[in-house]
């Protein structure tokens, strides 16, 4: 009879054994976990070595300084406001540089309008026009005053003319700018109207 009980306890405590053995996992056993912590350890080590390294982590860190939203663009310049603008010239009239005058016809070259203190300019060929035999209406302007244009005999203006191509001072109350004037032409190309252009202070 005590063969068996032997046997017995034999028996029970194999059970008792087998049974802890088959409750144990590789993922129970503690040397797994603690290798799954070191490696996590190791991995947040290397990330924090890689963003402290020549301080790039201080670089990213520091981006978070800059606010949110749209970045402002610089406003484009403005187009630079022109420096004259040029006179309407009424239909039927010419503007003209004299380089010559007589007292029955003057020679002039066709003008072009500049931003220059002068404002106009010679252009093209010299071109001969007589005075209209039925009377010429003349104007030279009061520089020196800065009034308005004045009525004058042909010669008067002609004489103006004359003193200013030759750069001499022309009488009282008229000066000299550059010799540009308005003119009108009748049918048979001959003037009928000169005008003295009125040109701005600069």
Do not use: W
């Not at 990213?60 to 010239?89: I, M, N």
């Not at 104007?139 to 203006?157: I, M």
Request: aromatic letters at 4%; hydrophobic letters at 40%.
């Amino acid at each position: 009879m005590a063969v068996p009980r032997i046997l017995l306890a034999a028996a029970a405590l194999t059970a008792t054994a087998l049974a802890g053995l088959t409750g144990c996992t590789p993922a129970d056993t503690r040397p797994t976990v603690t290798a799954a912590s070191s490696a996590a350890a190791l991995a947040d080590d290397g990330t924090d070595d890689l963003l402290d390294e020549d301080g790039f982590g201080d670089d990213l860190a520091d981006d978070g300084d800059y606010a949110a939203g749209p970045v402002a663009v610089p406003a484009a310049p403005s187009a630079p406001a022109p420096e004259c603008t040029a006179p309407e010239v009424d239909p039927g009239h010419q503007v003209v540089v004299v380089v010559a005058a007589g007292p029955a016809e003057l020679t002039a070259q066709p003008a072009r309008f500049t931003c220059t203190p002068s404002r106009y300019e010679a252009t093209g060929t010299p071109a001969h026009y007589g005075f209209a035999a039925a009377g010429v209406t003349a104007t030279l302007v009061d520089r020196p005053h800065e009034e308005a244009a004045k009525p004058v005999q042909l010669d008067e203006l002609v004489t103006h003319l004359n003193d200013c191509l030759a750069e001499r001072d022309p009488a009282d109350p008229y000066g000299c700018s550059d010799n540009a004037y308005d003119v009108v032409l009748d049918p048979h190309g001959r003037i009928i109207r000169i005008a003295e252009v009125e040109v701005p202070t600069p």
